[in-house]
């Protein structure tokens, strides 16, 4: 859009707009409130729901704003006796088949065509004739459809395909029986929601929310999201001590992901409540004998008591699910408590090779939008960074954005790609050396990949202009995540800005990276302490296996559940989970967003930052928190560079975010990491072997995730149904009423079926939740 | 969490996967078809294909949505979208012999409602219902175009103009 | 059935009654083919300059100026361009196309060639409607005769102008005679209009510029090559060129197609005399349809003694519209709530959904006109039904909304008298047979 401004007379009234804007866009701007239900910002244009329409001079009839852009000279007229009538008008047809059922409807207190009709509708009703009707149905165990409600805006349809890439959900059959629906009226997806979300009235329903309450009797809080690293904006709906829902509408909360949201950020809150929540402190007396349930007075004390005796053994890991202060103060308190170095960080991701060798900044969303190239290297954002993969699929679509993917398996995404570099398997790492050094050219062959296909990769990087951003993830060695950061900054030139986008797995990946500054390898940590003190669950399988745990003499863990980790644990704490507790998480653009406490904590549960600051005042630091969470980051951001400065106050709109400044290194040295990589490439057999098959949508976002090791907190959804393994397992593995799974491999969903009767027996849950 | 228990199923067509099979010269009609358009434009074919796949299997199945969307790479939902639309299709089974009779103005100030009275109570069926030996199922339809020569109705693709019901009692005789 | 011209000599149904007149041998034998011999030595500007100079207005039923239609086409656009043939004849009383390409399915290869040429397409499609199959099993047949004879495919006539013409079905939407729908149609979506602009000719057929044209639009520019433009808009008036089709369908002796010199004077004289009168004798003219279902439709007393002109001017000022020259008579026995109850089911069976005011607007009125001949008619409705008409009007997205509106409101404006009783409560005179109930 250029910016250059033009003039636009609305009614009556003057105003410069830049050139090439959308007249409704405009209208809003200016406070000229324009009724629409079709019209949705970056969406394909739709005009079919005729609430916008306004008189433009010299146009013959009236013009619906949303599909006007602006020009010079133009004379809009928004109100008017016309007008007016058109808009009343249309309102009475959309009513007219629309059952007016409010009271029993869920969206009720917050649809859309309640308030438009509210504001624009007309008091008589004319229509007394039988309106038609359709029987509610589910399209999937969490879709609720009413076919009835729907007034076909089709935002539905244009979300499930320009967000999520997806296409499941379209209309069919034609005039007034249309619907929105599927082919055989199932919903086979990844279950995002995003189209419930959209939705303005109360045709797609959250069916996991299906009459629970009405929307205003919901307290609203906006929070973050605990699952993906994009740190998603979202409102938790709670009413006594419960998480009856998490939305994103633009009403409640207005963060960086507008309403979007993904399955897990959406429907994975059912463990808030869960009746397996650990209540009390739980001590074990005896090695090898019962968590036996006890005080916090008593668990502290006892934990006081243990620690002293290991002294500066005690080593100290937080897991990356936790807030910033949690973590922050886990670190305080090996640095000042007990005096140990020993404190880490429980993800086998190390994020730290990235953020140490950093030449350019870290992208924010907006700009992924607004990019014009897009390098992805590795990875699988549509999976695990889905907001990410919907900025990345919006830029190519709406942006014109180039896409370039190196890949070893060909992802969703290739579909949106302008190139698509298929490398042989686990390969990344050769690529990422063949990107930076390019003169090596004995790399190729082991890639997979023509010399051509590099060439034209970085013509097309060459040729670029604007915002260029390379994005990779945990599919690279941590040393070439180090070399691919570092040479990032070589790319820039004057017409040219390069971003990095990291694509870690964890919500707070980058917070717990900045807090555990200075920190051991995992390892280390668990070789050197005689005790631990576990803020979260570990996830890597091995610490488990290899049996490190088993040997330490005295475990603390802080977690919510029983897991795989506190079967090893001396003392568990009951530790509040995300909906509990004030904090902050940084995502993976920078940006530091709240976590605000939506509910008390439930049980005896206290926030992991409370717990560890108890421990530490009976061993006799205060750390001058004071039960207060602004008083533990005022703590945080005091000691560290980025977040210097930082106070509450600055973080408390969602809207205006605020991103950290990760300190940018210059060129290094890197011709360890680069060593490292050549030996890498020179010990890579020479395979020929590439996979094909783009991999199923929701193959990953419905795996079980790791906040905790052992309890699938996902599979919760499944909580207050009387036969939760017949109807819904979780959203990929569907099951029909009569109990037989729709999914076509019936092992996968047997298996899945024993994860969740098995789960409290079996030990070490993988990080991909492979028993 | 309120339980979560689906009042309805509605639409439900039972969704197999199994995959239609067509012999090897309906298959080259297909590929034909798609010749007509550009390369990556395939699913133009989409339309003329429906046509094949419900003058092979004489409803537009499951099988046939799961043979095209292969055929074309489109998810069957792409299908459903496009199929539902145009009323030529019939995604339930009809009578061999499928009689459309033009309701529209032109042939309703001539006499439609006298032939498809006739027609119906010789079948013995309402419109919309397909007799019980599955020969016949009687469709009322929107102007056919041949407003000229009314009234008038459609069997298959077949025109049957000017109709009187001595001439529609001739023609349903020598239907087998 | 006739087929026949009236007041000029047959342009349009020159050839429909000779023998095998769908074969390419008789359509050469009678100057077939040469008027495209002729338009390849001219150049595409020229081409055009004679089909603008011909006034030659869209057939379909909008009445766009032809040749400005096909001016819009960007010359410099790199992108492939797409001739599209609209067969997709679905207006209620229409039925010219049919014939055209029943007899004469080279005169539509032969303009579609010609536009083809002066365009720079190299790729026409004709789409015909689906019930239309044996048209495009003709249509077929007469493509492979013209490949044969070098006119279609690969240089054709030895010249370095390559032109493909394919056979697209339609499955049954009237709203895919709308241009824009027609295309999603062709590409294989629903059959939703799209936005204008961008006009088809600027991005149309998978986002390049595209023409749709009427069959009939079509048939025309051979005659107007032959003729030129001129002498072609002689035959009618100075804003409406050239003869028109117009198909007669209804209560006269002799429905058909009759070719008419644009401007043909006086109505009463076509249904009188020239269709053969009415039906029955004994029964008086009460109204006529004079361009397809959505038109207004016209009173006897708007046509007898009224001397009015059949051209897009004339009709204009008689208070209708040429359309697309489906000219539907009533006689007296008809009942107007009756007929328009039957026109409004068509529109509400045809609305393709996308809008709201036509979705809802015209089920809306169905179960207003169900209501009202099931004898639970009351005074207000007229006013509610011209009110809601007004509400679709102008406000759909598409031009299939303003029709159903101009059928009902020409109706109940025109016909007062036969609402009057059902407004007062009274039930339907009209025989609905049991089983019809549906």
Not at chain 1, 382 to 408: S, Y
């Amino acid at each position: 859009m250029s910016t250059e401004l033009i003039k636009v007379t609305i009614n009556g009234q003057e105003f410069a707009v830049e050139k090439g804007a959308r007249l409704i866009d405009v209208c809003r701007e200016q406070a000229f409130n324009i009724p629409s239900f079709c019209y949705y910002q970056d969406l394909a244009l739709q005009a079919s729901c005729r609430m916008c329409l306004v008189r433009i001079e010299k146009m013959p009839k009236l013009q619906t704003s949303c599909t006007i852009t602006c020009t010079d000279g133009m004379i809009v007229t928004t109100q008017s006796a016309e007008i007016e009538k058109a808009q009343r008008a249309m309102g009475e047809f959309l009513l007219a088949n629309h059952p007016l059922d409010c009271p029993v409807c869920d969206r009720g207190g917050e649809c859309e065509l309640q308030e438009m009709i509210f504001d624009w509708g007309d008091v008589e009703e004319r229509f007394v004739e039988s309106k038609n009707a359709t029987p509610e149905k589910f399209l999937s165990p969490i879709v609720a459809n009413d076919p009835q409600r729907c007034i076909l805006c089709k935002r539905c349809t244009r979300v499930c395909d320009e967000w999520m890439g997806e296409d499941a959900i379209e209309a069919g059959n034609r005039g007034v029986n249309t619907v929105i629906g599927t082919y055989g009226g199932w919903l086979d997806c990844s279950q995002c929601g995003n189209c419930i979300e959209v939705c303005p009235t109360g045709t797609l329903l959250d069916g996991t929310y299906r009459h629970e309450t009405r929307p205003w009797e919901l307290d609203q809080t906006i929070s973050t999201d605990t699952y993906s690293s994009d740190g998603m904006q979202l409102s938790i709906g709670s009413r006594g001590g419960r998480v009856h829902r998490i939305v994103a509408r633009d009403r409640y909360v207005d963060g960086l992901n507008g309403e979007f949201l993904d399955v897990k950020a959406r429907f994975g809150h059912g463990f808030v409540n869960h009746e397996e929540r650990i209540k009390t402190p739980l001590i074990r007396y005896k090695k090898g004998g019962k968590l036996i349930p006890t005080t916090w007075d008593e668990a502290i004390h006892f934990v006081t008591n243990k620690f002293k005796e290991s002294g500066n053994n005690v080593g100290v890991v937080a897991s990356p699910r936790l807030t910033n202060e949690s973590i922050f103060t886990l670190k305080r308190f090996a640095k000042e408590v007990v005096g140990s170095e020993n404190y880490t960080i429980s993800d086998v991701e190390d994020l730290a090779p990235f953020f140490n060798n950093l030449s350019v900044p870290l992208a924010t969303h907006k700009e992924i939008r607004h990019a014009k190239t897009i390098l992805l290297i590795g990875g699988e954002p549509e999976e695990e960074q889905t907001f990410t993969a919907k900025q990345i699929r919006q830029a190519v679509r709406n942006g014109g954005a180039k896409l370039i993917i190196v890949h070893d398996t060909p992802i969703r995404l290739t579909a949106q790609a302008s190139q698509f570099i298929h490398v042989n398997p686990k390969s990344l790492d050769a690529f990422a050396l063949a990107f930076a050094d390019k003169s090596d050219k004995t790399i190729l062959s082991k890639i997979g990949a023509a010399q051509s296909e590099i060439d034209d990769l970085l013509k097309l990087i060459g040729e670029s202009e604007g915002d260029f951003i390379i994005m990779f993830g945990r599919d690279l060695s941590a040393e070439a995540q180090a070399v691919l950061a570092n040479v990032a900054g070589n790319f820039a030139s004057e017409k040219r800005r390069v971003l990095l986008h990291p694509l870690p797995l964890y919500n707070n990946s980058v917070g717990a990276n900045d807090m555990m500054a200075g920190r051991k390898s995992l390892s280390d940590v668990l070789i050197n302490s005689t005790a631990l003190l576990i803020g979260g669950s570990l996830s890597k399988p091995s610490a488990l296996t290899d049996g490190f745990l088993s040997r330490k003499d005295f475990i603390v863990v802080q977690e919510m559940f029983e897991t795989a980790t506190t079967e090893f644990a001396d003392v568990v704490l009951p530790a509040a989970s995300f909906a509990e507790t004030d904090g902050t998480f940084t995502n993976n653009t920078g940006f530091v967003q709240r976590v605000r406490q939506a509910v008390e904590p439930v049980h005896q549960a206290k926030a992991d930052w409370i717990i560890t600051s108890m421990i530490a005042r009976e061993m006799g630091v205060d750390f001058g928190y004071n039960f207060s969470a602004p008083a533990a980051f005022r703590t945080l951001a005091d000691s560290i560079d980025a977040y210097a400065g930082l106070r509450y106050p600055h973080l408390k709109d969602e809207s205006k975010p605020v991103q950290v400044k990760h300190p940018i290194a210059g060129k290094k040295d890197l011709s360890k990491e680069t060593d490292a990589l050549r030996r890498g490439v020179e010990a890579m057999p020479e395979t020929n072997e590439k996979i094909i098959g783009t991999p199923k949508v929701g193959h990953k976002l419905h795996r079980l995730t790791t906040m905790t090791s052992k309890t699938a907190q996902f599979h919760l959804l499944a909580h207050g149904n009387p036969k939760p393994e017949n109807l819904l397992v979780s959203p990929l593995v569907q099951f029909n009423l009569d109990g037989t799974p729709r999914v076509e491999e019936k092992a996968e969903a047997a298996s899945a079926g024993d994860r969740i009767s098995d789960v409290k027996r079996t030990a070490g849950v993988t990080l991909d939740g492979k028993v | 969490m309120a339980s979560v228990a689906p009042t309805f199923y509605t639409n439900q067509v039972q969704v197999t996967d199994e995959v239609a099979n067509f012999s090897p010269e309906v298959v080259e009609e297909m590929y034909l078809h798609l010749t007509k358009y550009p390369p990556d434009r395939k699913r133009s074919a989409l339309i003329p294909l429906l046509f094949v796949i419900q003058r092979e299997r004489g409803y537009v199945d499951n099988e046939g949505v799961n043979f095209l969307a292969r055929f074309l790479d489109l998810e069957v939902t792409d299908i459903w979208e496009t199929v539902t639309f145009y009323s030529m299709f019939n995604l339930r089974p009809v009578g061999k012999h499928h009689i459309q009779i033009c309701k529209t103005l032109s042939c309703r100030i001539i006499g439609e409602p006298k032939i498809t009275e006739h027609i119906c109570n010789r079948l013995g069926i309402h419109v919309g219902e397909t007799t019980d030996d599955e020969k016949f199922t009687v469709s009322l339809v929107e102007c056919l175009g041949s407003c000229g020569t009314a009234p008038m109705m459609q069997i298959g693709f077949d025109y049957h103009e000017d109709l009187t019901t001595e001439k529609v009692d001739k023609l349903l005789d020598s239907l087998s | 059935m006739e087929i026949k011209a009236i007041g000029c000599e047959p342009l349009q149904l020159k050839r429909v009654h000779l023998e095998n007149s769908h074969t390419l041998k008789v359509y050469q034998e009678n100057d077939g083919y040469k008027w495209l011999k002729k338009a390849m030595e001219m150049s595409p500007d020229a081409i055009i300059g004679e089909v603008k100079a011909s006034v030659l207005r869209g057939r379909g039923g909008a009445g766009f100026p032809t040749g400005m239609k096909w001016s819009f086409v960007p010359k410099d656009s790199p992108k492939q361009k797409y001739i599209v043939c609209n067969a997709d004849e679905s207006e209620p009383g229409t039925f010219k196309d049919r014939y055209l390409m029943e007899r004469d399915p080279h005169a539509l290869i032969e303009g579609m060639l010609i536009a083809a040429f002066a365009l720079n397409s190299q790729t026409c499609y004709i789409y015909t409607r689906g019930e239309y199959k044996y048209l495009i099993d003709i249509m077929d047949e007469a493509v492979e005769e013209a490949r044969a004879a070098n006119l279609v495919g690969k240089n054709i006539l030895g010249s370095d102008f390559s032109c493909e013409v394919y056979t697209h079905t339609g499955a049954g939407a009237y709203i895919c005679g709308e241009e824009t729908a027609l295309l999603s149609s062709l590409e294989g979506y629903r059959g939703h209009p799209r936005m204008k602009p961008p006009f088809p000719a600027v991005e149309g057929l998978y986002a390049s510029p595209t023409v749709v044209n009427n069959v009939e639009t079509l048939t025309a520019v051979p005659q107007i090559i032959e003729m030129g433009g001129i002498s072609w808009r002689d035959l009618g008036t100075e804003k409406s060129g050239g003869t028109k089709l117009w198909s007669v369908s209804g209560h006269v002796k002799k429905p058909g197609v009759y070719e008419l010199p644009m401007g043909y004077a006086d109505m009463e004289r076509f249904i009188l005399e020239d269709c053969g009168g009415m039906l029955r004798d004994d029964k008086k003219l009460k109204g006529v349809i004079p361009g397809g279902s959505s038109v207004y439709i016209m009173r006897a007393n708007d046509v007898i003694g009224k001397k009015v002109l059949m051209d897009y001017e004339g009709l204009v000022a008689a208070g209708s519209l040429v359309g697309s020259g489906g000219f539907i008579v009533i006689d007296e026995t008809v009942d107007i709530v009756d007929s328009t109850k039957n026109l409004t089911e068509f529109y509400k069976h045809e609305s393709c959904g996308w809008c709201t005011p036509c979705r809802e607007g015209t089920d809306w009125l169905v179960k207003i006109f169900n209501r009202i001949a099931e004898g639970n008619g009351r005074p207000e409705d007229a006013q509610l039904i011209l009110d809601l008409c007004d509400n679709i009007e102008g406000k759909s997205f598409c031009a299939l909304g303003d029709a159903a509106a101009w059928a009902i409101q020409g109706a109940i404006k025109r016909f007062p008298e036969d609402f009057k009783p059902y407004l007062n409560g009274q039930k339907t005179t009209s025989t609905e047979p049991e089983a019809r109930k549906f």
